[in-house]
């Protein structure tokens, strides 16, 4: 049994009460009315909020306190429903539901046989087929890996084809440069039939895409470009803030959130004055940094933290929210990578986070994605999926009637409500050994990383693509010729 | 800056409604009135159940509802002081207080250089120096691992006498027979200075001990002994079922949860009959389990939410709650270890549990102990009791101010306000690698179980055991080596 995505049956976890959240949505608003945020070198940007009632100095924008909270709670939808090109695997991003997305935009791979190298196209497109085959990601993602052998300029069409070709889960579009989201847009459009419109002349959402702030305060014409595109095209955009705290941002939770707070809400209502409507997503990723060195950390407290406090200010404003992961600084999938992953995976589950960027795969800062790790991470996301359905308070999950039919000291091994409950009774991990030592050490003392080793590519090997339409892919193929015939190479 | 103890801020999070805690409970006392629970092979508790209210069966006792539950909420303290014989150890058990202990009950321990072996009273030596040295440890345990290599009825005594010698933290005393109970409080007598009575003539607390239930629904009589012996000296007993479901439990979380309290509540009950308001802690141990193998499964989604459910109903009866730790089937410190602890460590952080056994050091499945796992996890302890100091809401904390004197991608690295809060902004890993590739590589390609083990070999190395006064220490070694002449040697 696959469900296309997670719908939570656990209320979300609470750090701070309401008078707190409410002085950091303040907070927010002194940054957006007193400092502003900087659309920059994007004249568009400035009209749009202009009209609203903001005023730009140069290339920042002042905001009214509670217009940018206005223009979203007006306008965007609390959740909204991606399309995948199998209907089955459509996902509902919002509210109580929860989708978990592949790592994104790792220019390096890491697997125990070849080590750590430069990603390839093929890297990129076996990970695609890793996350098609797991019944623990409901996303294909976007950038799985950099495929540092394509040229910058071209990419995004390989990676956008390997994703309608390889799999039949959603997916995310490039946001390099508006040609590019214009690209993905055109793809899109071919593999969902040649027109993205449903019955009521509605285009249907097909990406959500990853708008990243270059914080603190700033949006870029790059990613504005991108955002325009998606939105006017009622594509999803994820617009996050990224924050290191201590270099982006102050080092204080309370500050990070109202500087998330923010900056995404700038770039939400960008969105909803570009289409009203359009969907957008509170995107947060924030982390720790090394005193000693200045590197980002990773699985340490005070991120998560910032996660609960973020996810608690998304859910007040009514949009659904992005954030977590399985993120961690070690280089190869050890006792530290697991450690850290957990350390931000259980916060972004228990906070209720709705679509979960780098769920599996992320290694080293998010510098590469190991294979290895990739499938690790995958069964943690099944036991996820298993724990948010809460506790069964049915009868049989209460179980007294097993309890009067039984003695004390009589085990419940062979009785009707064991042999009755037993096979769906617990998670059954695909990766953890849980044989004794005498015969782990028989079956050769692997560790968790060599079992993940044979698993995935056992998976690799029995990957087939899922149908697609011969003509639809044909189409597809000559979009990208087409377009990659009409730049020169750019080097990235 | 070391904290005797966590004293968390955040409210323990809850995954089940009051309605459905209440139908738990009343399927507890329908357990407790309909099956009972045996009290095997010790007459006393039957006496002493005689005459508050129940009715003997042979070994079982039946409980007219409620019965416990107003014998525990009547009598026994919601928390306690456990002294240690440095004062500044001292332990609060309760209320919104965490209380680390190491692992407990090993035969055999684990290390990277000699592998898995069985272990001795020199390895039960060092982990009590571990746990004596780490700022993230408040509790020197109890067994943390059995010393094989001395007879096994004269072990408690070198046990006790090396929590005594090479700690001054709280700890643990023998309850594998009566006898060995009234040694380690004759010993605790010693080592407090002759006399555990305060100046209101009562016992000081300086030992909680560990009781475990014979699951499902039985108490025996090795048990029941040791915790007659500490009550009756107003020693703290920890009265836990330790339940493997779908053996000695149904398989499902609210039957296992019921079970749990209705063995608990029955052995707590047991306790304050014999003194009423001797400290005790409601205790419970639930693991899920191999649906192939019959063996036991750790970090699995089910048990931590059992851990949640108890530890509310704990809350609801007004008593400590002691659940949890850094649980793994694994049999070395590798990723799967890693995931597995944090599965367990994150929910009983997070469901406030008071008293938390099996902090570090445990693989697997308990039997045994790792030194560079015990090092590991010891870290992540330190990240959990940042994460439950919460939000700092201080304007320091909301740093407005930092955002105020700041402009839009300007970096905060060296402002005021970073530069006043950097040196404690963020949990610094000692075991963490945070350097980029490069560095790792150079710096020999370690794992996160390779920098623990040059980690524990170095503290192991500066260990020094704190004062003790030599006429104590003289008095404690003239005991344990009089005991031990008076005894045969017995093998385990």
């Known amino acids: 049994m696959t469900e296309p995505f997670i719908t939570r049956q656990l209320p979300p976890v609470e750090v701070l009460a309401e008078e707190h959240l409410v002085q950091i949505e303040d907070n927010a608003d002194t940054i957006l009315e007193r400092v502003g945020i900087?659309?920059?070198?994007?004249?568009?940007?400035?009209?749009?909020?202009?009209?609203?009632?903001?005023?730009?100095?140069?290339?920042?924008?002042?905001?009214?306190?509670?217009?940018?909270r206005s223009i979203i709670q007006q306008h965007a939808p609390s959740e909204y429903v991606q399309h995948a090109r199998n209907p089955e695997r459509n996902v509902t991003i919002g509210g109580r539901h929860t989708?978990?997305?592949?790592?994104?935009?790792?220019?390096?791979?890491?697997?125990?046989?070849?080590?750590?190298?430069?990603?390839?196209?093929?890297?990129?497109?076996?990970?695609?087929?890793?996350?098609?085959?797991?019944?623990?990601?409901h996303h294909s993602g976007g950038t799985v890996c950099e495929p540092v052998d394509i040229p910058v300029n071209k990419r995004h069409l390989d990676m956008v084809y390997a994703h309608l070709r390889e799999s039949d889960k959603p997916f995310m579009g490039s946001v390099t440069a508006g040609s590019r989201a214009a690209d993905s847009i055109e793809m899109a459009r071919i593999a969902f039939g040649g027109d993205l419109r449903d019955e009521s002349g509605v285009e249907r959402t097909v990406m959500s895409s990853l708008i990243n702030a270059s914080s603190p305060l700033v949006w870029d014409d790059t990613m504005l470009a991108a955002a325009e595109h998606y939105a006017a095209a009622n594509q999803a955009c994820i617009i996050s803030?990224?924050?290191?705290?201590?270099?982006?941002?102050?080092?204080?939770?309370?500050?990070?959130?109202?500087?998330?707070?923010?900056?995404?809400?700038?770039?939400?209502?960008?969105?909803?004055?570009?289409r009203p409507g359009a969907p957008v997503v509170f995107g947060s990723f924030a982390s720790s940094m090394?005193?000693?060195?200045?590197?980002?950390?990773?699985?340490?407290?005070?991120?998560?933290?910032?996660?609960?406090?973020?996810?608690?200010?998304?859910?007040?404003?009514?949009?659904?929210?992005?954030?977590?992961?399985?993120?961690?600084?070690?280089?190869?999938?050890?006792?530290?990578?697991?450690?850290?992953?957990?350390?931000?995976?259980?916060?972004t589950v228990l906070a209720g986070v709705n679509f979960v960027l780098h769920a599996a795969g992320w290694l080293e800062g998010g510098l590469a994605i190991g294979y290895e790790k990739f499938m690790l991470d995958a069964d943690q996301l099944g036991m996820m999926a298993t724990f948010v359905r809460g506790v069964d308070m049915s009868p049989n999950g209460q179980g007294v009637d097993a309890f009067l039919a039984?003695?004390?000291?009589?085990?419940?091994?062979?009785?009707?409500h064991t042999l009755a409950n037993f096979e769906s009774a617990f998670y059954r991990s695909a990766l953890a050994d849980n044989s004794s030592f005498e015969?782990?050490?028989?079956?050769?003392?692997?560790?968790?990383?060599d079992r993940a080793n044979a698993a995935w590519k056992q998976v690799l090997r029995d990957h087939e693509p899922p149908p697609i339409d011969d003509a639809?892919?044909?189409?597809?193929?000559?979009?990208?010729?087409?377009?990659?015939?009409?730049?020169?190479?750019?080097?990235?």
């Open 38 to 68: 900087d659309f920059r070198n994007y004249p568009r940007a400035h009209e749009l909020f202009a009209d609203a009632g903001a005023r730009s100095y140069g290339d920042r924008i002042r905001f009214p306190r509670g217009l940018c």
């Open 99 to 137: 989708v978990f997305a592949p790592n994104y935009g790792s220019p390096f791979v890491y697997d125990q046989d070849r080590g750590r190298r430069y990603a390839t196209i093929e890297d990129f497109r076996n990970f695609v087929r890793l996350a098609s085959a797991s019944p623990h990601l």
């Open 241 to 274: 803030p990224f924050i290191l705290a201590g270099a982006m941002a102050p080092t204080t939770c309370a500050a990070v959130a109202a500087q998330t707070l923010a900056e995404a809400m700038a770039g939400m209502a960008f969105c909803q004055l570009v």
């Open 290 to 347: 090394s005193m000693a060195t200045g590197a980002p950390t990773f699985g340490t407290p005070e991120p998560a933290m910032v996660l609960y406090v973020v996810a608690a200010l998304a859910r007040r404003l009514g949009v659904p929210f992005r954030s977590g992961g399985s993120l961690t600084a070690s280089k190869v999938p050890d006792a530290q990578a697991a450690y850290e992953s957990a350390a931000t995976l259980q916060p």
């Open 406 to 416: 039984h003695q004390p000291g009589q085990h419940f091994l062979g009785t009707g």
């Open 439 to 449: 015969q782990w050490r028989d079956d050769g003392a692997q560790s968790a990383a």
């Open 472 to 492: 639809v892919d044909a189409e597809l193929r000559d979009f990208v010729a087409r377009r990659k015939s009409e730049m020169p190479d750019e080097i990235g």
